[in-house]
């Protein structure tokens, strides 16, 4: 009982894990090229915010398997603090606030006029199951990191955290603008029946959104804890 008490997280964050790449693995079989829409989808596919928000997931479940295991063969040595420290900023700076940002804003303009953000035309090669795992089922392994943070060791709140998302986003959305002035193309809908005034306002809506959405997290995150001493990991 003990022994599968101590596995029990790393299972869990592996099964998600698996299930990830797995569901990337497929995406290599779709067949793009049979609509417009679908050959926009594959030539940008890196480029759109939901499969880099689905990414960076992957890596950070990585990080966490590789965390829990270490928890349990090896705790408390320097590789495992170092690997904690990069998993719980890898979630508080990018995964936690970007995900949040991916879900709310996809589902609210779905509900308003799909076509704006995924195009009836995807339907004829993009199963339902797909869709609801990058834009539903990713807030998954944030309920369960949140969860199981209660019993991860106290670390100090992580000041720069915010900096970092916001050069991301930043990062992300200059990549973005680039892509239209160069192939001029908008990869989701949206921004096509905006004007630049109105694309302005909506990125800075987002902007504001995911800095809110960083602060809850590292409020869930460090809820109930003290703030030790800062400590050198290297």
């Known amino acids: 009982m003990k022994t599968f008490t101590n596995f029990r997280r790393p299972v869990t964050y592996g099964a998600i894990l698996v299930f990830y790449v797995m569901s990337a693995f497929f995406q290599k079989f779709l067949?793009?090229?049979?609509?417009?829409?679908?050959?926009?989808?594959?030539?940008?596919?890196?480029?759109?915010?939901?499969?880099?928000?689905?990414?960076?997931?992957?890596?950070?479940?990585c990080t966490a398997v590789?965390?829990?295991?270490?928890?349990?063969?090896?705790?408390?040595?320097?590789?495992?603090?170092?690997?904690?420290y990069v998993r719980h900023v890898t979630f508080s700076t990018i995964v936690f606030p970007c995900t949040l940002l991916v879900v709310t804003v996809f589902w609210t303009i779905?509900?308003?006029?799909?076509?704006?953000?995924f195009p009836k035309a995807l339907d004829d090669f993009y199963p339902a199951w797909l869709n609801h795992t990058m834009h539903t089922f990713i807030l998954v392994p944030l309920v369960i990191e949140v969860a199981f943070s209660q019993t991860v060791d106290k670390?100090?709140?992580l000041e720069?955290?915010?900096?970092?998302?916001?050069?991301?986003?930043?990062?992300?959305?200059?990549i973005y603008f680039f892509i239209y002035i160069r192939h001029g193309i908008w990869l989701y809908p949206i921004y096509?029946?905006?004007?630049?005034?109105?694309?302005?306002?909506?990125v800075l809506i987002k902007v504001i959104a995911c800095t809110l959405y960083h602060y809850v997290g590292v409020a869930l995150l460090t809820r109930n804890k003290t703030r030790p001493e800062p400590q050198k990991l290297l």
């Open 31 to 61: 067949k793009f090229e049979s609509n417009n829409t679908g050959r926009t989808l594959a030539q940008f596919k890196p480029f759109y915010f939901t499969g880099v928000n689905f990414g960076v997931q992957t890596l950070f479940l």
């Open 66 to 84: 590789l965390d829990e295991l270490l928890q349990i063969l090896t705790p408390k040595t320097k590789l495992q603090k170092s690997i904690q």
């Open 155 to 157: 670390y100090h709140v």
């Open 110 to 117: 779905w509900h308003i006029d799909r076509e704006l953000i």
């Open 192 to 202: 096509g029946v905006l004007n630049w005034m109105q694309r302005i306002v909506f």
């Open 160 to 174: 720069r955290s915010l900096l970092g998302l916001l050069a991301f986003a930043g990062t992300y959305q200059t």
